[in-house]
C-alpha cells in the first residue's frame, strides 16, 4: 500500500483542509504514516499568514526534504507566489489552499493510487453516454450573465470553472480510451477561468492556465478533433481562431448570437452585445478561410418591432452564417423577460420564425451546395446498410448534418478517412471515398 506522510500546520481553516485531504487519501486506498521514513511522499500543508508562520512552513518543507525527499507543498503558502519554489526548488508541486483536487491529482501523478479490484472496474475515462468515438469535455458551470430570457444562472448559480489540470486529464484518458473528438461544452466557453481569475493549473508536470485559449491549445496536442461550443464574442476569442488555421483545433465556432439589434441585444442583457459582430466574424473568416460558424437566434424577443426583426435579417443575409438555429420567443417560467413590455403576439413571433428560416434555408443551401467537388476529412459515426454516415469538422453530433458515403467499404465508427462531395440535399452531403 503507498503511503504517504503528512505535515498540517496554520489555522483551523488549514486544519479542514488536511482532514478533507487526509480523508480522500484513505478513501483511495492510501495508507498514512507517522513518521518520514515510512512515507513514499510528504504532503505538507503549508500557513503563510505572518512571517513568523511563513518561515515555520518554510522550515517544515525544508525538514521533509531532507528527512524523505519526495514533497508536495500545499495551503496558504502555496497562493504566496513563488516563495515555495525559489527557497525549495526541489519539491514535487505546489497548490494553494482549499486545492484538495489538484493536491489529489499531484500525488496520483508522484505516487499512482492503488490498485481496487472494484472500482477499477470502471474504465479511466468513466461511463459515457456517447458512442466511443467522441465525448463532451465539460469545463465550467454555471454562469455569471443573467440574459433576461434564461433561468440556467437561478438553477445551476455563477461560473464554477473545473481545475485545468484536471479537465486535460480527462481529455487525455478520454482520447486514450478512443476518443476521436472532444466536444467542448459549458453555458459560456470563452468564460472560462473568469471565476478564478486565470490562475494557472498542472498539466503533465507543466503551468497551465484556467482560460479558454490555453485549453484549446493543450487540447489541440492531443491528436484528436477538438470542437468548442458555445463560444461568445468576447476579443480574446479571436486569439484562437489562428489554432484553427493552423488545424490545432477544428475550425468549427458556435457562437450563439441571438439577435442583431443592439436595442434588443441590450434588453436580453446579452454578453459581448456592444461587439460588432459582423466585422468579428469577417476577421475570422479572413485568419479562417474553412471555418464554419453556427450561431442561434430567438425572434419574436418582448418589445421586437418589425423595423428590429429587419435588422437581424439583415445581419443574416450579411453574416452567411453556416449553420443556424432559431426559436420563437417563448415566455419560460421565472425568466425577467416575461416582464419587459410590448410582448409580441404569439402569430407574430411564429411568422417571424417562419420568416427567418426562408432567408436562412437559402443561404444553408447555397453554403452546402458549394462544397460539391471539394475533399473533406471526415469521421465516421456509424454503418448503416451500405451507406456510411460520417461528419466533417463542419458538422457537429446531433445537431448539425452529417456526410453519407457512398460504396465505401471496411470503415468503422471512430475511422476518419478522405472524401470528395458529389452531391447535397438540404442538410447533408452524400460523398465519395478517397482514402483512408
Ligand atoms: S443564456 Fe445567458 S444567462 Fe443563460 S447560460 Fe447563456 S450566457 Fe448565461
Not at 35 to 54: E, M, P, S
Not at 414 to 421: L, P, T
Request: charged share 25%.
Amino acid at each position: 500500500m503507498p503511503k504517504v506522510g503528512f505535515v498540517s500546520l496554520g489555522c483551523p481553516k488549514a486544519l479542514v483542509d488536511s482532514e478533507r485531504i487526509l480523508t480522500q487519501l484513505r478513501a483511495e486506498g492510501y495508507a498514512i504514516s507517522p513518521d518520514y521514513a515510512g512515507a513514499d511522499l510528504i504532503v505538507v500543508n503549508t500557513c503563510g499568514f505572518i512571517d513568523d508562520a511563513i518561515e515555520e512552513s518554510l522550515d517544515a518543507i525544508g525538514e521533509a526534504l531532507a528527512e524523505n525527499g519526495r514533497v508536495i507543498v500545499t495551503g496558504c503558502l502555496g497562493a504566496k507566489g513563488d516563495i515555495v519554489k525559489q527557497t525549495h526548488p526541489q519539491v514535487l508541486a505546489v497548490t494553494g489552499p482549499h486545492a484538495l483536487e489538484e493536491v489529489m491529482q499531484s500525488v496520483h501523478a508522484h505516487l499512482p493510487k492503488p490498485h481496487d479490484p472494484y472500482t477499477d472496474l470502471v474504465p479511466p475515462a468513466g461511463i459515457k453516454l456517447t458512442p466511443r468515438h467522441y465525448a463532451y469535455l465539460k469545463i465550467a458551470e454555471g454562469c455569471n450573465h443573467r440574459c433576461t430570457f434564461c433561468i440556467i444562472p437561478s438553477m445551476r448559480g455563477d461560473l464554477v470553472s473545473r481545475d485545468v489540470g484536471e479537465v486535460l486529464q480527462e481529455a487525455e484518458n478520454l482520447v486514450k480510451s478512443g476518443v476521436k473528438e472532444l466536444l467542448v461544452i459549458s453555458q459560456d466557453t470563452s468564460a472560462y477561468g473568469v471565476d478564478v481569475k486565470y490562475r494557472p493549473g498542472f498539466w503533465q508536470g507543466r503551468p497551465v492556465k484556467t482560460r479558454m485559449v490555453e485549453l484549446a491549445q493543450a487540447l489541440g496536442g492531443l491528436g484528436v478533433w477538438v470542437r468548442l461550443h458555445y463560444v461568445y464574442p468576447y476579443p480574446h476569442v479571436d486569439e484562437i481562431i489562428p489554432l484553427m488555421a493552423q488545424g490545432k483545433i477544428l475550425p468549427y465556432l458556435d457562437v450563439p448570437f441571438q439577435h442583431a439589434s443592439p436595442r434588443i441585444l441590450k434588453l436580453m442583457k446579452r454578453p459581448a452585445n456592444a461587439e460588432n459582430n459582423l466585422a468579428r466574424i469577417q476577421g475570422w473568416r479572413e485568419a479562417c478561410p474553412d471555418i464554419t460558424l453556427r450561431s442561434t437566434f430567438i425572434v419574436g424577443f418582448p418589445g421586437e418591432t418589425e423595423p428590429e426583426f429587419n435588422e437581424l435579417l439583415d445581419f443574416l443575409r450579411a453574416a452567411q452564417l453556416d449553420r443556424v438555429g432559431c426559436f420563437a420567443y417563448s415566455p419560460v417560467d421565472g425568466a425577467s423577460a416575461n416582464a419587459l413590455p410590448n410582448a409580441v403576439p404569439g402569430e407574430i413571433r411564429q411568422e417571424r420564425l417562419a420568416r427567418f428560416m426562408e432567408v436562412q434555408a437559402k443561404i444553408s443551401a447555397d453554403k452546402l451546395q458549394g462544397k460539391v467537388g471539394k475533399t473533406l476529412s471526415v469521421l465516421v459515426d456509424s454503418i448503416e446498410g451500405d451507406t456510411v454516415v460520417a461528419r466533417s469538422s463542419a458538422d457537429a453530433p446531433e445537431i448539425d448534418g452529417v456526410v453519407h458515403i457512398d460504396g465505401a467499404e471496411n470503415l468503422k465508427p471512430g475511422d476518419f478517412c478522405q472524401v470528395r462531395v458529389t452531391r447535397v440535399s438540404e442538410h447533408d452531403l452524400w460523398a465519395k471515398i478517397l482514402s483512408r
